[in-house]
């Protein structure tokens, strides 16, 4: 199955910028919903943006306005640009790829994670 790779987290002070991104390389027949998801210490995971191969995208509450989602279908990347960081979006933040391989079938991919701490 596709290994998702995932980068850019790390630390930033409170009201700085991180960008994220996430490649699904191998041989993919089509990618539909890529989304991404957080879990903080004590936590359930929660969805905190995603987005259609048409580009319609879906926003949490508390990101809204903060964070933009983006992709690049002809990489299959995702993107998640977070800007105006808080501390209380220090978390673990995963990749979630919905796409259909000919060895696998259609099946959900998750990153293995990337940290990102927000300094106050």
């Known amino acids: 199955q596709v290994q998702l790779v995932e980068s850019g987290g790390g630390l930033v002070q409170a009201g700085g910028s991180l960008r994220l991104s996430c490649a699904a390389p191998?041989?993919?027949?089509?990618?539909?919903?890529m989304g991404w998801y957080r879990q903080a210490p004590g936590n359930q995971r929660e969805l905190v943006a995603s987005?259609?191969?048409?580009?319609?995208?879906y926003y949490a509450d508390s990101v809204k306005g903060r964070f933009t989602i983006s992709r690049d279908n002809a990489k299959n990347t995702v993107y998640l640009q977070m800007n105006s960081l808080k501390p209380e979006d220090t978390a673990v933040y995963y990749c979630?790829?919905?796409?259909?391989?000919?060895?696998?079938?259609?099946?959900?991919?998750w990153g293995r994670g990337t940290q990102v701490t927000i300094s106050s």
């Open positions: 979630n790829v919905d796409l259909y391989t000919i060895s696998s079938g259609q099946y959900i991919s």
């Open positions: 987005i259609t191969k048409g580009g319609s995208t």
């Open positions: 191998g041989s993919i027949l089509s990618i539909n919903v």
